[in-house]
C-alpha cells in the first residue's frame, strides 16, 4: 500500500506541472500494451456512456478523485457517479512506470487526440496478480481539467 500512495504523491506532483502563464507542451509517448488496452478500454466506456463498463476496470477499493466532489470508492459508487458522463475521449499518455504490482500512467485527455486537450489524468494502476495472468485494473483515477 506504501508503492501505491507513493505513486499517487508522485503523479500528483508530476500533474500539478507548469504554472498556467508558462504553458508546455509534452510529448506523447507509446506504453506498454496492456497499459493501452486498458487505456482504449476506457475511452469506448466512456464515449458509450457504459459506467458499469467503466467501473469494472477499477479495482474493486479503486478510488474516482474528481475536481470539486467528494472522493468516490469501489465499483458501484464508481458506477453511479460516472453514469451522468461520456462521450468523445482521447487519452494521451506522457509517462508511465511499472512494477511487478503497481503502476501508474500521467497523461492529457480531450474530446480528441491533439494539441489542444480538456486536462490532465494520473492513473494508479494494480495488479493483484502477480506476473503476466494479473489483469492490470485501476487503483485511482485522478484527472484536472485545463481550464480554471
Request: with cysteine; charged share 20%.
Amino acid at each position: 500500500m506504501r508503492t501505491l500512495f507513493a505513486i499517487i504523491l508522485l503523479g500528483t506532483i508530476a500533474c500539478a506541472g507548469e504554472p498556467e502563464s508558462t504553458p508546455v507542451s509534452l510529448p506523447a509517448i507509446e506504453v506498454p500494451a496492456d497499459f493501452a488496452d486498458l487505456l482504449r478500454a476506457y475511452e469506448r466506456a466512456y464515449a458509450s456512456r457504459d459506467s458499469a463498463a467503466l467501473a469494472a476496470l477499477f479495482a474493486a477499493d479503486g478510488f474516482l478523485l474528481r475536481p470539486g466532489a467528494p472522493v468516490q470508492r469501489g465499483g458501484p459508487t464508481i458506477a453511479a457517479t460516472l453514469a451522468a458522463e461520456g462521450g468523445a475521449l482521447a487519452l494521451v499518455p506522457l509517462a508511465f512506470e511499472r512494477a511487478d504490482s503497481a503502476g501508474f500512467i500521467i497523461g492529457t485527455f480531450g474530446a480528441e487526440k491533439g494539441p489542444t486537450r480538456g486536462g490532465k489524468f494520473m492513473l494508479a494502476l494494480t495488479r493483484r496478480a502477480s506476473g503476466a495472468a494479473g489483469a492490470w485494473r485501476i487503483a485511482a483515477d485522478m484527472d484536472s481539467p485545463n481550464a480554471r
